[in-house]
């Protein structure tokens, strides 16, 4: 049985676009749409500056929800044997990241927030549960141990995209 159906596919697409793509350029809202098809809701040309309203993108929540959905099922998948090509079990990989980025997007930011006391002190307690999350979907026989992302440098560099996104939208004072 192959991993993906063409629909699935064709969202793993999108998703991807989104993970890597420009969130600044109106090529998202389009990744947004085709991801959503009828259920995308028009919502601004391109992200906003005012932040107060991003966490309010009816689009970014529902896509994080059919996110969850799909890697659940593809992970089962993996599991259960399917065949995936490198292009597939790259989107798979996409769409982890993807995920992942938006399960702790707001536990980043507190972490974030937290920033100007000691920081040799500072510990990110949900580095287990964010390392066992991707190892639980990236451990399995199909994907090469070579191709797994590093937890440390996924978090690394989710911690830094979060941090940019606050002080994009936020004046320093």
């Keep these: 049985m192959p991993l993906l159906t ?18 600044f350029l109106a090529e998202r809202i389009e990744w947004e749409r085709r991801a959503l098809g009828e259920e995308f809701t028009p ?15 009816p689009n970014v929540q529902r896509i994080s929800e059919l996110a969850t959905g799909l890697a659940e099922t593809l992970r089962e998948r993996l599991a ?7 292009r597939d079990l790259g989107l798979y990989q996409d769409l982890v990241v993807y995920l992942l980025y938006y399960r702790y ?7 974030v927030l937290g920033e100007g006391g000691e ?44 941090r940019a996104f606050f002080y994009t939208f936020h004046s320093i004072a």
Excluded at 131 to 140: A, G, H, N, S, Y
Aim: with cysteine; aromatic share 14%.
């Design 6 to 23: 063409s629909h699935e596919r064709e969202l793993l697409e999108a998703i991807s676009h989104l993970a890597y793509g420009n969130p």
């Design 43 to 57: 919502f601004f040309a391109v992200w906003h500056p005012r932040a107060d309203l991003l966490g309010n993108n």
């Design 80 to 86: 259960g044997g399917a065949r995936a090509g490198a």
């Design 105 to 111: 997007h707001e536990r980043f930011l507190e972490m």
């Design 119 to 162: 920081r040799e002190t500072r510990q990110a307690p949900f580095y287990k549960d964010f390392r066992r999350d991707l190892e639980r979907f990236v451990e399995l026989p199909q994907i090469r141990p070579q191709a797994r992302p590093a937890p440390e440098h996924l978090f690394a560099c989710f911690f830094q995209v979060r």
